[in-house]
């Protein structure tokens, strides 16, 4: 198969590519989990010399992560403005921050010292949210290994009898085969493009109609390919997930979990600094 | 005359990522107007990618791409100064002239795909209209022709694809795989493009259809007398059918010139995985060990000419 960019996986060779998915998964429910748990300065600070550390573990190109972070800033600004404003505290710092309305109404603007803290914290925290799932799940965990680890980490689901192999199998077909319509759209818009076909000017209407070219032949093809890798699984006698073995056998290794080890201690560690009362504690 | 130019065109696929590749390496070449030229190279040689900067789908990364003389990716800013000082603009106002010649630019990028048709590889998965009139139409639609023209245009496209006039108001979906990708074909033929561009006409046809498909490539050159472009990776086609030939390998131009210039130079081929036609070899080796027979045979139907020819003088001499 060619190797397309697809979705965010980075190929490199890198201890953080190296752990085990079913323990990467692991790692970044915790990872999470620490985010949260952070409440005082030296806990985010910690925290954030945590994510660039694993950043830097994982030999990913810093321009790649902070581009991902772009779609963010709007949400940033929002709620870090509604936490500047809204949250209440003691320290005033705006005593006299007044806008004037007609009629000798006049609109007091109190901005806290807490309000600036908890707006600095939500940002770190998010950042480092995503960060951290991004470095530790979609940048280097291929998606078809993602789904594998989740198969086996949900099989005591089975005894429910939810369909764990079935969810996974599906999830791990769409996946697969995301890259392949990709191509296959941008295939399909250049042969229409080729006969002058405009996607791009025209009202919303027009725009959308310009794009049945598109969707009929891509819809048609998807089916097919459905049929065909149906047929294609039934000749080799695929009948669901019982009694199947796997090509690549997941082994937990020293290193997933020690890694696993060393973040349950990094939480510790966190509740630990977040005992000092240093500047400023959340609530 | 030359009708496409390329100089020096370099193209690389997701630059700056870890996806980077180069498809097309400083490639110089030239197009010959009036004939049917055969560009081969094995898989992934970069033929696909050379297809699509021809009609501007894409542009190259760096280079250029001359189509009668004109750089097909040029934009207002890098003509401007030089059609200033043509006759036809030198005579109007400044500002009157930058307003002609940016309509003029924008006017030549939009024909570009009508000039140049391209049919992609494996075409028929275009085919998305409910009858193939309507596909077929679908080009000369979006060229704002009129509905009597468009309609002469699809019944010449479907003479021309050697397919029965009956096929035109069934549904594209119906039809057998050669039937679709004759369809396809139709739908560019229909746009009455200056060049015609088939990436790999016959591929996955049996030998049958390939035949048909390629005659009747031959016999659309012939009564149009256009400039044809074909892909194939099969030397034998290539050279049946083609005047002069384009061959590519690892995204470098190899050679380029007729079918004679470029088998008499084996030595070329070697390393890149194609090779003479076979029928070729054959020849050359009956010469060798004393036959009568020239260099350039390519086809067998020529080569079974020749050998009668010879067997029959040889009965004569005995
Ligand atoms: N959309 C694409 N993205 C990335 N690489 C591509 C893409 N299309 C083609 N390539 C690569 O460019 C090279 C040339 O491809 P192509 O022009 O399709 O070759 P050919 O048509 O001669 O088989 C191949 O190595 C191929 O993998
Ligand atoms: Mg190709």
């Known amino acids: ?283 | 005359m030359d009708k496409i130019v390329l100089d020096h065109v370099s193209f690389v696929y997701n630059p700056g990522t870890p996806f980077e590749k180069k498809a097309l390496d400083d490639v110089s070449l030239s197009i010959e107007a009036n004939c049917i030229t055969g560009v081969i190279g094995h898989t992934g040689s970069g033929k696909s990618t050379m297809m699509m900067l021809l009609n501007g789908l894409s542009a190259p990364s760096s280079g250029k791409v001359f189509l009668d003389g004109y750089d097909i990716n040029s934009s207002f800013k890098d003509v401007f100064p030089e059609w200033l000082k043509k006759p036809e603009y030198a005579t109007m106002r400044k500002s009157a002239a930058k307003k002609a010649i940016k309509a003029e630019v924008a006017k030549r990028k939009k024909t570009l795909c009508f000039r140049v048709g391209l049919v992609m590889q494996y075409p028929e998965y275009q085919l998305f209209e409910e009858t193939v009139y309507k596909d077929i139409a679908y080009g000369p639609k979006n060229m704002g022709l009129s509905e009597e023209e468009i309609k002469e245009r699809v019944y010449e496209a479907i003479r021309f694809s050697g397919l029965d006039e009956s096929i035109l108001q069934k549904s594209p979906f119906d039809l057998s795989g050669g039937q679709k990708r004759r369809v396809a074909i139709a739908g560019v033929i229909a746009m009455r493009p200056e060049v015609l561009v088939l990436d790999e006409p016959a591929a996955g046809l049996d030998p049958r259809g390939r035949e048909q498909i390629f005659r009747e490539i031959c016999r659309y050159q012939k009564a149009t007398s256009s400039t044809v472009i074909m892909v194939s990776h099969s030397m034998e086609d290539m050279a049946e059918y083609c005047q002069n030939m384009i061959v590519l390998a690892h995204s470098r131009l190899i050679a380029q010139g007729s079918c004679n210039e470029v088998f008499s130079n084996v030595s070329l081929l070697e390393g890149t995985g194609l090779d003479i036609p076979q029928i070729t070899q054959l020849t050359r080796l009956l010469k060798q060990s004393g036959l009568e027979l020239p260099e350039d045979v390519y086809t067998v139907d020529r080569a079974v000419e020749l050998l009668k020819d010879l067997y029959q003088s040889k009965k004569g001499t005995v």
């Open chain 1, 1 to 283: 198969m060619k190797s397309i960019a697809f979705g965010q996986y980075y190929p490199a060779d890198s201890p953080v590519h190296k752990i085990d998915p079913r323990a990467k998964v692991i790692l970044t429910i915790l990872y999470i989990v620490c985010t949260f748990l952070c409440k005082n300065v030296l806990a985010f600070a910690a925290l954030l010399l945590s994510a660039i550390l694993l950043t830097s573990l994982s030999k990913i190109p810093l321009r790649m992560i902070l581009r991902s972070l772009r779609p963010l800033i709007v949400i940033l600004t929002f709620t870090s403005l509604i936490n500047v404003f809204m949250t209440k505290g003691e320290h005033l710092l705006t005593p006299n921050w007044q806008i004037p309305f007609w009629g000798g109404h006049v609109w007091h603007i109190k901005i806290y010292e807490e309000g600036l803290w908890n707006a600095l914290f939500m940002i770190l925290r998010i950042v480092v949210l995503l960060i951290g799932t991004s470095v530790l799940l979609s940048y280097t965990t291929t998606p078809i290994a993602l789904t594998d680890a989740l198969e086996r980490l949900m099989k005591p689901l089975k005894l429910i009898r939810v369909p764990v192999h079935d969810i996974a199998m599906m999830t791990t077909i769409a996946l697969r085969f995301i890259p392949t319509l990709m191509e296959e759209t941008q295939r399909i818009m250049n042969a229409q493009k080729a006969r002058g076909a405009d996607f791009t000017s025209g009202g919303l209407i027009r725009r959308a109609k310009s794009l049945l070219p598109v969707l009929i032949p891509l819809l048609v093809s998807a089916f097919n390919r459905a049929y065909e890798l149906a047929a294609a699984m039934e000749c080799r006698c695929y009948h669901g997930g019982k009694e199947k073995t796997k090509m690549k056998i997941l082994h937990l290794r020293f290193g997933d979990v020690l890694a696993v080890l060393l973040i349950v201690a990094f939480g510790v560690g966190i509740v630990f600094l977040n005992r000092f009362g240093f500047y400023y504690t959340m609530k």
